[in-house]
């Protein structure tokens, strides 16, 4: 059976640094840093109090109020950014067989403040168990595709991947492959996630997990830098929509970039922690690239998961070395997370965005915030520091790896 060849059409983006694609674009290659203090509660008495937010945004703007009270951040994030997305993609939606359209999104959490909410509630009363009753519809990770489907009436495969902060480059792959194996013209994709909570905040630090540097939060997250001191938590979505090519080809669609290939595999080794050596990541580069039909030296930019961890970023570099070999200072490596922060279950969908950008643009944006050397990392290794760098990029890989040892690695190619 010959696989049919893949496409992104749209892009749609809520980020800590841009409320759209164009706006997102500016913040990245502009290094702009999306951390500051906490707003949505009093985080005086937590270790960290700071976060990547939203800023400037009104869901009423977007959604229906009556709509979004049903709706938890995470799923509102994820309807404005599929709206935009299924926008710019330009798709005719009287004429679209909607059988072969699906919904695969990405959340790692789900609606963690709705579930606050109500248990806090409860808690505060007298005993009487009072719950909202869309407490469950609103929690749950599989309703935001759910809204999507149900606004737009796409009838294709409809679920969310869950594999903590790989869930959205999960939800990619299996679109990729739902689509390449003829079962659908059309996928919308991509993740979001709200999980600046309390619950969030507490539970991560907790885990000693996340950085405190509460006096300069804009250059808290540090990927590759020998000061960093843990991942900055950040909230968004990205959507994307991926076509079947000769679907794309026929309607005279748009083309950002195709999807050649994804990898998966898993470090078996720690609830939290990476495999030291990184044999996990290495081993879903490999697969990869072999699932693209590539060769290590054809890949000309990397963004990172690299989310300012102590462990976490070493290993990575590592990995990248021992794939890549000799050509890996050939490879322009970045880190987008030092300014968007971590978004979790959607951190894959807005940095696979990030990567077709660059090759859209030319332009590899920074790893800002990098003061110290770390003595661990290979000085060879260009990993765009402080400034965006021009190139012209035919291939980029995005990586991602979640809690529980979970690795996932997207490839995209520019199109002639």
Same mark, same amino acid.
């Given at each position: 059976?010959?696989?049919?060849? !893949?496409?992104?059409?749209?892009?749609?983006?809520?980020?800590?640094?841009?409320?759209?694609?164009?706006?997102?674009?500016?913040?990245?290659?502009?290094?702009?840093?999306?951390?500051?203090?906490?707003?949505?509660?009093?985080?005086?008495?937590?270790?960290?109090?700071?976060?990547?937010?939203?800023?400037?945004? $009104?869901?009423?703007?977007?959604?229906?109020?009556?709509?979004?009270?049903?709706?938890?951040?995470?799923?509102?994030?994820?309807?404005?950014?599929?709206?935009?997305?299924?926008?710019?993609?330009?798709?005719?939606?009287?004429?679209?067989?909607? +059988?072969?359209?699906?919904?695969?999104?990405?959340?790692?959490?789900?609606?963690?403040?709705?579930?606050?909410?109500?248990?806090?509630?409860?808690?505060?009363?007298?005993?009487?168990?009072?719950?909202? @009753?869309?407490?469950?519809?609103?929690?749950?990770?599989?309703?935001? @595709?759910?809204?999507?489907?149900?606004?737009?009436?796409?009838?294709?495969?409809? +679920?969310?991947?869950?594999?903590?902060?790989?869930?959205?480059? =999960?939800?990619?792959?299996?679109?990729?492959?739902?689509?390449?194996?003829?079962?659908?013209?059309?996928?919308?994709?991509?993740?979001?996630?709200?999980?600046?909570?309390?619950?969030?905040?507490?539970?991560?630090?907790?885990?000693?997990?996340?950085?405190?540097?509460?006096?300069?939060?804009?250059?808290?997250?540090?990927?590759?830098?020998?000061?960093?001191?843990?991942?900055?938590?950040?909230?968004?979505?990205?959507?994307?929509?991926?076509?079947?090519?000769?679907?794309?080809?026929?309607?005279?669609?748009?083309?950002?970039?195709?999807?050649?290939?994804?990898?998966?595999?898993?470090?078996?080794?720690?609830?939290?922690?990476?495999?030291?050596?990184?044999?996990?990541?290495?081993?879903?580069?490999?697969?990869?690239?072999?699932?693209?039909?590539? =060769?290590?030296?054809?890949?000309?930019?990397?963004?990172?998961?690299?989310?300012?961890?102590?462990?976490?970023? !070493?290993?990575?570099?590592?990995?990248?070395?021992?794939?890549?070999?000799?050509?890996?200072?050939?490879?322009?490596? $970045?880190?987008?997370?030092?300014?968007?922060?971590?978004?979790?279950?959607?951190?894959?969908?807005?940095?696979?965005?990030?990567?077709?950008?660059?090759?859209?643009?030319?332009?590899? @944006?920074?790893?800002?915030?990098?003061?110290?050397?770390?003595?661990?990392?290979?000085?060879?290794?260009?990993?765009?520091?402080?400034?965006?760098?021009?190139?012209?990029?035919?291939?980029?890989?995005?990586?991602?790896?979640?809690?529980?040892?979970?690795?996932?690695?997207?490839?995209?190619?520019?199109?002639?």
């Amino acid at each position: 059976m010959k696989l049919k060849r !893949v496409v992104v059409t749209g892009l749609g983006a809520l980020t800590p640094i841009g409320n759209t694609i164009d706006e997102y674009w500016d913040g990245l290659v502009n290094g702009r840093s999306g951390a500051a203090p906490v707003t949505y509660f009093d985080a005086e008495k937590f270790k960290t109090q700071f976060a990547c937010e939203i800023k400037n945004f $009104n869901v009423t703007d977007f959604i229906d109020r009556k709509l979004a009270r049903k709706m938890d951040k995470f799923s509102q994030y994820a309807m404005v950014a599929s709206d935009e997305a299924i926008a710019d993609s330009k798709l005719d939606l009287d004429t679209l067989n909607k +059988y072969r359209v699906g919904v695969i999104w990405g959340a790692g959490i789900g609606g963690l403040e709705t579930f606050q909410e109500e248990v806090l509630n409860y808690a505060a009363g007298d005993g009487t168990p009072r719950f909202n @009753p869309f407490f469950i519809p609103k929690m749950i990770a599989d309703i935001a @595709p759910g809204n999507i489907s149900i606004k737009y009436g796409f009838m294709g495969p409809n +679920y969310t991947t869950v594999s903590a902060c790989a869930s959205s480059a =999960n939800s990619l792959i299996d679109a990729l492959n739902t689509i390449r194996l003829g079962h659908c013209d059309v996928i919308i994709t991509g993740g979001s996630e709200a999980a600046v909570t309390i619950a969030g905040m507490g539970g991560f630090n907790a885990m000693h997990a996340m950085s405190t540097r509460n006096d300069s939060p804009e250059t808290a997250s540090r990927p590759f830098d020998a000061n960093r001191d843990g991942f900055v938590l950040g909230e968004g979505a990205g959507a994307m929509i991926l076509e079947d090519y000769d679907h794309a080809k026929a309607r005279g669609a748009k083309i950002y970039a195709e999807v050649l290939g994804g990898g998966l595999s898993s470090d078996a080794y720690h609830m939290t922690a990476p495999h030291p050596d990184g044999i996990g990541v290495v081993a879903v580069m490999k697969n990869c690239l072999e699932n693209a039909g590539l =060769n290590p030296e054809d890949v000309d930019h990397i963004n990172t998961h690299g989310t300012s961890t102590p462990l976490g970023d !070493v290993a990575e570099l590592k990995a990248i070395s021992e794939v890549f070999g000799s050509h890996a200072k050939n490879i322009n490596i $970045n880190s987008t997370k030092s300014m968007t922060g971590h978004l979790l279950g959607a951190a894959g969908a807005i940095e696979a965005i990030a990567s077709i950008l660059a090759m859209q643009h030319g332009i590899v @944006p920074p790893t800002i915030n990098h003061e110290t050397v770390d003595e661990n990392i290979d000085p060879q290794l260009n990993l765009t520091l402080n400034k965006a760098q021009k190139r012209d990029i035919k291939v980029a890989m995005s990586n991602t790896f979640g809690f529980g040892g979970h690795n996932a690695c997207v490839l995209f190619k520019k199109l002639d």
